[in-house]
């Protein structure tokens, strides 16, 4: 039985969850601003009040990068970004971005669009870089435009799960919840004892560091 029905309906499944959002980009950034805002009072973030509020923003402007993709859709008018720390494919820890109390670190992006007085969601990006202990260097959770290539290939809503090359199906989810996750999951227990890497991991490292050396 042919794989790209099942991907199909699986896409179907994980795009179509009805969200609750604000009713419009500015209520949406208010919201998220006033979230971190509350994480940094209660410690979860390092990151202070006053520098989030510098670097979560609310974008009317668009660079043409996310510009010309929504014009050739069509979906310009009345699209915002809201971004909080910068893009950074890099992973460069001296770029703006929001600190959690564990020293994982994350950054994010989102495009909305206002219709008829509500928001409708139209892409996100969001990627948290883990600590050593974690096992894994960084999750993205991403939301493409429509008509994105990945969308063609069932994949517009995914997760990278330590790597740009691997993409995994994942729900929808709304930017408060990718925040909530962000702020309060993805974390090791406290109970938890430390696991060591395993041989299989070790090896899988040495070959992966070598490939690379290689591919220079």
């Known amino acids: ?10 896409q179907r499944y994980t795009t179509e969850r009805p969200l609750e959002l604000p009713g419009s980009a ?10 971190l805002i509350k994480a940094s009072n209660n410690k979860k973030l390092i990151t202070s009040p006053e520098d989030i509020m ?16 929504l014009r050739e859709r069509g ?8 971004v909080g720390g910068a893009k950074n494919q890099d992973r460069d820890p001296d770029l703006p971005h929001l600190r959690r109390n564990d020293g994982a670190w994350f950054d994010f992006s989102i495009v909305v669009r206002e219709v008829d007085r509500s ?17 894994a260097p960084f999750l993205r959770i991403d939301l493409n435009l429509p008509d994105h290539p ?10 990278h799960p330590g790597s740009d090359d691997v993409l995994v199906p994942a729900p929808l989810m ?3 919840e990718i925040l909530a996750l962000f702020i309060e999951g993805v974390r090791l227990p406290v109970d938890r004892r430390r696991r060591s890497p395993t041989a299989f991991e070790q090896n899988w490292l040495k070959h992966a560091f070598a490939a690379a050396e290689n591919a220079k």
């Open 75 to 82: 979906l310009h008018g009345g699209a915002f970004c809201v």
């Open 174 to 176: 709304s930017p408060g």
């Open 1 to 10: 039985m042919p794989v790209e029905p099942h991907l199909a309906a699986l």
């Open 26 to 35: 500015k209520d949406l950034w208010r919201g998220l601003r006033a979230t």
């Open 150 to 159: 990945n969308d063609r290939r069932e994949l517009r809503c995914h997760l």
């Open 54 to 69: 510098g670097c979560v923003s609310l974008v009317n402007e668009l660079p043409p990068s996310v510009l010309e993709p």
């Open 119 to 135: 928001l409708v969601l139209l892409a996100y990006d969001f990627e948290i870089r883990l600590t050593p202990e974690m096992g």
